[in-house]
Every structure is written in C-alpha cells, then in structure tokens.
C-alpha cells in the first residue's frame, strides 16, 4: 500500500467544481441546467487582452520568465494601485502568481503548522480552510453574520486573536455572501491590530472592482502602519472575465517576499509568458468592458434579489458586491445542502449548499448571478415552482 502523508488526508476541496462537474454531466445527457454554482464571469475576456497574448507569442515569448513575473507587469500593477488607490507599492514587492488562489496557498503554508492559529471568514472561500488544515494549523472561523450585512466585525475579529495566532485571512467584497464590510470597521480592525504587531493579515481583495450602490473599496493597502505584515492577494480572473488564465497577482512585506519567490522557483517557476503580456494589456488598456460588466452585474443583482425574496420561506439580503447572493432558506424547512442537491437534480438549478462555505452557511445558498438575465429568470421561476411543490426531505 502506497503511504502518503496524513496532510492530504485533511485537504478539502471547493464543491463548486464538482457541482459544476455534475451540471456538466447533467447537460450532456440533455437536461436543461441553469448554472447558478460556479463563480466565474459569463462574459469573455476583452477581446485586446487576448490579442495581447497572440501577439506574446507571436513576438516569441516562449520561455521562462522571472520567478516573480516580468517586470513591465509587476509595473502595470504597481500603477493601477496608484490610479486607483492612491497608494505607492514597490514594483519589487509584487509577485506575479498563476491565480489568486496561489497567494493563499503561499501565505497560509508560510505561517501554518501544528500549534498555531489561523483566523478565516466564515462563511468564506473553502479553500482558506482547506488550506489551514492541510499545515496543521487550528483553523478559527471569523464568524461573518446575515444581520451585520455580512461584514465582518472588527470587535468580534479582534476578540479571537490569542498569542497563538499568527495570521488574519480577511476578504470583502466577500465570497460567499457578497458582503462589504464598511471602511470604518475595516479602520477599527487596522487600528485594533496594533496591540498585535505578531499577527500577519492576508486581505483577499479579488472582488475590490465589483462593488456596488456608490461604494468605495477600501484597500488594506492604504494602511503603511500594516504594510510590514500585510499579504494582499488580487489578480484578473473575476475584475477581466480571466478564471482560465491563471494570473493573480500578490503584495508581499520585503521580509516576505522572497520566501515566497523560492516558493515559485521550487513549484511553478514562473505563470507563462504569454499570459502575463496579456495582464499587462489587461491593466493598461481600455477599462471599458470592467465598466461594462460591472453593470450588467449591477442589474442581475436586483433582479436575484428581488426575485429570491419572492420566493416562498426565501429572505435574501441585498449584495453589496461580487456577483454573489446568499439567501437565508432556513424558513423553506430543507437543510442547505440537500435543497441545493435537489435543486440541481430534480429543477435544473445549479446552486452551492452554505455549508460548503463553512458551518456557519448551513440556512442558505449561494446563487453566482454570473449568468443572462434570461437564465436567472429561469432559474427562479424554477426555484419558485420546486418550493411550492415539494415539501422537504
Ligand atoms: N479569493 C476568492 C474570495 C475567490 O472567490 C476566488 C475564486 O473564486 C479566489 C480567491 C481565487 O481566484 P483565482 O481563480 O484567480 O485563483
């Protein structure tokens, strides 16, 4: 028997895959499924930054590239902060990663391991987790909370630090939940991590350019007195309709930063060439399709909002941002999880179970409003009919 180590016994995974694994196999036997699971954007890449790559390997840029990714990207970066934030970041403190997920990878293995504690949103991305478990680490779920908009609070936040603690995983706009949490609270977490300068903070900011109703993102960039232990995880895959490029991008603390690059050169060595030229189209050229989507994003939201609160024993709250919306549907009698299998097998629906965020998603769903405004339609008008017909298993 072949003898693997006990970390991958406690590795999780992201049940959005395999729901989507299941969509698919449903509509090749030629179900009609509405995909309402997966987190990615229904519009293609801008047609520029795929020129941009044809163009990279045109010009021949074949090879391996820097560990960190190529300058004139980690530049890019470095200037789309400043446009946008305000904020100065060293071109030499970015690393150019093959997704955002890789910067959690990287910064949870850098801090977990047996006897120590890992703060994380919950509900949250499953991987954070996932990953916390998989170091040894003790996971501590952050509780995010429906009555407090799905914001995190800053008090709660800081009442779970222990000497034990090494890092603070935080994320708004969120996933599952779309949540934002306001800019004051985020000022009083920052302004509460002073009385622990050991903590290191992950902010995953993947979501910061869809938010909604006149709201600010507020980076944890902005914050200098932070920056010596701050991780900020971004990339392109949600802000540039780019989930199969695999481009993220990362701000490390120079202490940090080049633990992280040997990390790189060990596993991955660089993200390809191509793709990273067409990051830098991506940053640099028009914004008019990031606008664009954010406004079609804009409309679903109010029209899954309105439509899941129609729904009978449904009470959903209203997404500040993401294309996320996680109704509360406890009052239908079903448990999250059976209900969304149920939706999926039995009305063609494709939702995630709350639980498959953490144990404080059991109650909801999680709907990704990424799809036409047609196919959300349906997929209520379907949902509508599911709750009213069938009672609870
Ligand atoms: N962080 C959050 C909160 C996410 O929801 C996701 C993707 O769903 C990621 C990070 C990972 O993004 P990527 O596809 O670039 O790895």
Known sequence: MLKTVDAFDRIGEENAFAVLARATKLASEGRDIVN????????????????????????????????????????????????????EVDPDLVMIMPGGKVTMYAAILLFGEPGVDILYPDPGFPIYRSMIEFTGANPIPVPIREENGFA????????????????????????????????????????????????????????????????????????????????LLNGWSKTYAMTGWRLGWSVWPKTLYDKVRKLAVNAWSCVNAPTQYAGIAALEGPQDAVEHMRAEFDKRRKLVTEGLNALPGVRAATPKGAFYAFPNVAETGWKAKPLASALLEDAGVAVIGGPDFGV???????LSYANSAENITRALERMGRFLTERKAA
Request: charged letters at 25%; glycine letters at 8%.
């Open 36 to 87: 309402l699971g997966i987190g990615q954007p229904d519009f293609p890449t801008p047609p520029h930054v795929v020129e941009a790559a044809i163009k990279a390997l045109r010009d021949g840029h074949h090879g391996y590239t820097p560990a960190t990714g190529i300058l004139p990207l980690r530049v890019a970066v470095s200037k789309d902060l400043n446009r946008r934030f305000g904020v």
């Open 360 to 366: 404080l998603g059991e109650g909801y769903i999680r």
């Open 152 to 231: 995190f609070s800053a008090e709660e936040t800081l009442s779970l630090i222990t000497p034990k603690t090494r890092l603070l995983i935080i994320n708004s706009p969120a996933n599952p939940t779309g949540g934002v949490t306001p800019k004051a609270e985020i000022e009083k977490l920052v302004k509460g991590l002073e009385r622990f300068p050991d903590v290191a903070i992950m902010s995953d900011e993947i979501y910061d350019q869809l938010i909604f109703d006149g709201l600010e993102h507020q980076t944890l960039l902005a914050f200098p007195e932070i920056r010596d232990r701050l991780i």
